[in-house]
Nanobody, 125 residues
Framework: QVQLVESGGGLVQAGGSLRLSCAASRRTFVYYARGWFRQAPGKEREFVAGISWSGGSAYYADSVKGRFAISRDNATNTVYLQMNSLKPEDTAVYYC??????????????????WGQGTQVTVSS
């Protein structure tokens, strides 16, 4: 049973914007940290952004600070990633994550918990 479903990926030119969404079907994910990871070809999966269950704390990889913004709507159990000023190096498959350990811990590793199926983001130069 798929519990996290991403949408919003696609092809965009450098400097453009995309908004990813991740809808959760499991109600307990409302109390989990939610976040986004990405994996480019030939590279390890890396943390991109995370947000605490209340939405009060957010964490970002240095490479996306100031360009990406994560948010969540617990009423609909959905998390969003607004990506602006996209660069070719942002090209990757983006995965939604739900982590029971908290957002600070989520930001420090390669991810734990539940995952979506991934959505491709391609930024052309």
């Amino acid at each position: 049973q798929v519990q996290l479903v991403e949408s919003g990926g696609g092809l965009v030119q450098a400097g453009g914007s995309l908004r990813l969404s991740c809808a959760a079907s499991r109600r307990t994910f409302v109390y989990y940290a939610r976040g986004w990871f990405r994996q480019a070809p030939g590279k390890e999966r890396e943390f991109v952004a995370g947000i605490s269950w209340s939405g009060g704390s957010a964490y970002y990889a240095d490479s996306v600070k100031g360009r990406f913004a994560i948010s969540r709507d617990n009423a609909t159990n959905t998390v969003y990633l607004q990506m602006n000023s996209l660069k070719p190096e942002d090209t990757a498959v983006y995965y939604c994550n739900a982590d029971p350990r908290g957002a600070a811990t989520q930001s420090g590793g390669h991810g734990f918990g539940s995952w979506g199926q991934g959505t491709q983001v391609t930024v052309s130069s």
